[in-house]
Antibody
Framework: QVQLVQSGSELKKPGASVKVSCKAS????????MTWVRQAPGQGLEWMGW????????TYVQGFTGRFVFSLDTSVSTAYLQISSLKAEDTAVYYC???????????WGQGTLVTVSS | EIVLTQSPGTLSLSPGERGTLSCRAS???????LAWYQQKPGQAPRLLIY???SRATGIPDRFSGSGSGTDFTLTISRLEPEDFAVYYC?????????FGQGTKVEIK
């Protein structure tokens, strides 16, 4: 079955970096784009952007430029989200999801909690 | 950017009742690319409806979506205990794709 499995929770200090992974299985990885969504504690869903898994070209939504980097390792069907210069306000659950054309985001990874605290 | 406004913020209902959730867009949604997701506490969102009215794989037929243009509705015909959750609408026709703020369906 189609599945996205994300890396585990992270606790980081302000100013550090974090890299979250999202491993896909059950389908041809390069046939679908991958997207990232942030959910701050008790808040709604924020779309961060997406990455073309064929070309590796990322697209970032306003507000997620500069410190946020999407990348891939197609040899292991894995997408990555790296956040640098972490701030307390980056504390959130980060989800990856497969972009299904004309359908939306399906399925989603289980989420990775990133906590930024001194 | 298309802004999606969901109403009500919270819906208090009893099991077996009918639930009607609204999603209004600030401008017309391209090709009715409107999806609904369900999120339970501690879980990832799950796709329920896409293309405004098509049920995703494995979604029970008590869930139905309707609407076009700027006004969309998710209807849950008879609420089951497992349906109490937060529901988000999303438009994916125009970048940036945007989500509504969510409607919480709680047990009355």
């Amino acid at each position: 079955q189609v599945q996205l499995v994300q890396s585990g929770s992270e606790l980081k200090k302000p100013g550090a970096s974090v890299k979250v992974s999202c491993k896909a299985s059950g389908y041809a990885f390069t046939n679908y784009a991958m997207t990232w969504v942030r959910q701050a504690p008790g808040q709604g869903l924020e779309w961060m952007g997406w990455i073309n898994t064929n070309t590796g070209n990322p697209t970032y939504v306003q507000g997620f430029t500069g410190r946020f980097v999407f990348s891939l390792d197609t040899s292991v069907s894995t997408a990555y989200l790296q956040i640098s210069s972490l701030k307390a306000e980056d504390t959130a659950v980060y989800y990856c999801a497969r972009v299904a054309p004309a359908v939306g985001f399906d399925p989603w990874g289980q989420g990775t909690l990133v906590t930024v605290s001194s | 950017e298309i802004v999606l406004t969901q109403s009500p913020g919270t819906l208090s209902l009893s099991p077996g009742e009918r639930g009607t959730l609204s999603c209004r867009a600030s401008q017309s949604v391209t090709s009715s690319y409107l999806a609904w997701y369900q999120q339970k506490p501690g879980q990832a969102p799950r796709l329920l409806i896409y293309g405004a009215s098509s049920r995703a794989t494995g979604i029970p037929d008590r869930f139905s979506g309707s609407g076009s243009g700027t006004d969309f509705t998710l209807t849950i015909s008879r609420l089951e205990p497992e349906d109490f959750a937060v529901y988000y609408c999303q438009q994916y026709g125009s970048s940036p794709y945007t989500f509504g703020q969510g409607t919480k369906v709680e047990i009355k």
